[in-house]
């Protein structure tokens, strides 16, 4: 199976301040790269994709680098907010391929 | 927000029951998914369907079965149920746009005792 990892698993910030959570794959075939929100009794939930000839995207407040020299995605929030305490999930699909795989998550704590 | 719906919610059953988690979605999605996943663990496929009559078995062996004789119902059975499927079960569809992009329920938690 693929490896896709999380450098940390938990991680607690400010309110207010900026988060960055991590991922790391092992795959240099894969082509596309979602990051996943799951709040606690629900569902993940599409944040933010990229492909994998892109190093960069932005949403609202959120902002996705992908550097495939080092095979590494980071996810960075903008002014951290409570409703932001969640797991955060990255996944990867293999070119050309049907299926996604799922790092173990990053456990997201906003402190107020 | 995505219109997928996934029943019951909360399950608790005994061991050696037949159980059904209903999963339905109405955005016309051909392909559909199940995953398990356990408390602080990362998504196990179990089952995808590229569309009606398609079934296909994900990376993690699984005792379920599945069927998708609707575009957009895609339930999932275990004919017997043991405590070692007490998990979370979800499922997610996504169009065919070069993408695939996943679209999840809420999710089913099972506990088999």
């Known amino acids: 199976g693929e490896s896709v990892g999380l450098h940390l698993p938990t991680l607690s910030v400010q309110e207010g301040d900026n988060s960055i959570i991590n991922c790391a794959y092992s795959?240099?075939?894969?082509?596309?790269f979602i990051w996943y929100k799951q709040e606690s009794g629900k569902g993940p939930q599409f944040i933010i994709d990229i492909r994998s000839n892109m190093d960069k995207r932005q949403g609202q407040r959120v902002t996705v680098l992908l550097n495939k020299t080092v095979k590494h995605l980071s996810l960075q929030i903008a002014a951290t907010q409570p409703g932001d305490s969640a797991v955060y999930f990255c996944?990867?699909?293999?070119?050309?391929?049907?299926?996604?795989?799922f790092g173990t998550g990053t456990s997201l704590t906003v402190i107020p | 927000e995505a219109d997928i719906y996934q029943t019951p919610r909360y399950l608790v059953i005994g061991t050696g029951k037949k159980i059904t988690l209903e999963c339905s979605q109405t955005m016309g999605h051909d392909k559909m998914y199940w995953y398990q996943q356990d408390p602080g663990m990362e998504l196990h496929l179990i089952h995808y369907s590229y569309g009606v009559n398609s079934t296909e078995k994900g990376d993690l062996s699984s005792e379920s079965t599945v069927s998708r004789i609707r575009t957009e119902h895609f339930p999932l059975t275990l004919e017997s149920a043991r405590p070692s499927h007490t998990s979370q079960y979800l499922c997610?569809?996504?169009?065919?746009?070069?993408?695939?992009?996943?679209?999840f329920g809420p999710g089913t938690r099972l506990t088999v005792l």
């Open positions: 997610a569809s996504s169009v065919m746009d070069g993408t695939d992009t996943q679209y």
């Open positions: 996944a990867e699909r293999q070119g050309g391929g049907n299926q996604f795989y």
């Open positions: 795959n240099s075939a894969s082509d596309y």
